[in-house]
């Protein structure tokens, strides 16, 4: 399976020319932790709506932009900052440790 290096660039677009640290929810149709884990990541960018820009993206869709970033467990959030990943949590967490992380991000 190759690469495709346009849609990944047009991510690594989208996330440099955001000017809010960016959360990015790596996710599968049908994969039971995943969906667990998406109310608490759609509660929290929505909380922090002003201060956060939230892409989740589709796996089985969009599986250049995970193999770019060498993810294979799912689901799998990248937190970036400036354009560079800052934070990696693989499966599901409980809401007050990807509210930790959140912030600690928010507060540089």
């Known amino acids: 399976m190759q690469i495709d290096t346009a849609e990944v660039e047009r991510f690594i677009q989208e996330v440099?020319?955001?000017?809010?640290?960016?959360?990015?929810?790596?996710?599968?149709?049908?994969?039971?932790?995943?969906?667990?884990?998406?109310?608490?990541?759609?509660?929290?960018?929505?909380?922090?709506?002003?201060h956060l820009k939230l892409i989740k993206i589709n796996v089985e869709k969009s599986f250049s932009i995970p193999m770019h970033y060498n993810l294979d467990c799912f689901p799998t959030l990248l937190m970036f900052n400036a354009g560079q990943v800052v934070e990696k949590i693989v499966g599901t967490v409980p809401e007050a440790v990807l509210m930790?992380?959140?912030?600690?991000?928010?507060?540089?």
Request: with cysteine.
């Open 16 to 50: 440099n020319e955001s000017e809010l640290p960016v959360l990015v929810d790596f996710w599968a149709p049908g994969c039971q932790p995943c969906e667990m884990l998406s109310p608490i990541v759609d509660k929290i960018a929505t909380q922090y709506s002003d």
């Open 100 to 108: 930790k992380v959140i912030r600690k991000h928010l507060a540089t």
